[in-house]
């Protein structure tokens, strides 16, 4: 499936969703394809970031924007949201198990990604890495009903 197009609409989506059209969405994505075991885990991690950006960082900011980059060089496919948001002002280590980052975890894990969070005093940003699956992504396999199974 071309990733750069899911990314842009689940996005934007999102966005819409909660209501911030005032929200200005950048999106500097490369053509990439992934298959359906690695777009869904992935997506969902987008997914996360951008809902909890929305809940959390732009409370009082007059001028929202949310950026992503979408790049594959070789097989290594990096994902990164970039918001101007206010920042996470403490130890990521002492968010509680049902955070965020459980949740980012798992699915990264399900990727063998590495993920990264940093933040300045003019932007949080959110980086995502794997390596892409170049194998079909599911196996078809048939089976045999009724008495000569």
């Known amino acids: 499936m071309e990733f750069a197009d899911s990314i842009s609409q689940l996005i934007t989506n999102i966005v819409n969703t909660f209501g911030f059209a005032t929200i200005h969405l950048d999106f ?18 987008i997914n996360e970031i951008i809902t909890n950006i929305l809940k959390h960082a732009f409370l009082g900011k007059p001028s929202e924007a949310i950026s992503t980059a979408l790049t594959q ?23 509680t198990s049902d955070s965020i980052l459980e949740i980012i975890g798992v699915l990264a894990d399900q990727l063998n990604a590495e993920y990264y969070y940093s933040t300045t005093d003019k932007h ?18 048939l089976y045999k009903t009724g008495d000569d199974a």
Not at 78 to 93: E, K, P
């Open 28 to 45: 500097d994505c490369e053509p990439v394809q992934l298959n359906i075991n690695q777009a869904i885990p992935c997506s969902l991690i």
């Open 124 to 141: 949080n940003s959110f980086t995502l890495e794997f390596v892409k699956k170049t194998s079909p992504a599911t196996e078809i396999y």
């Open 73 to 95: 060089k070789n097989n290594k496919v990096r994902v990164t949201i970039r918001d101007n948001g206010t920042a996470y002002d403490g130890d990521l280590n002492d968010l």
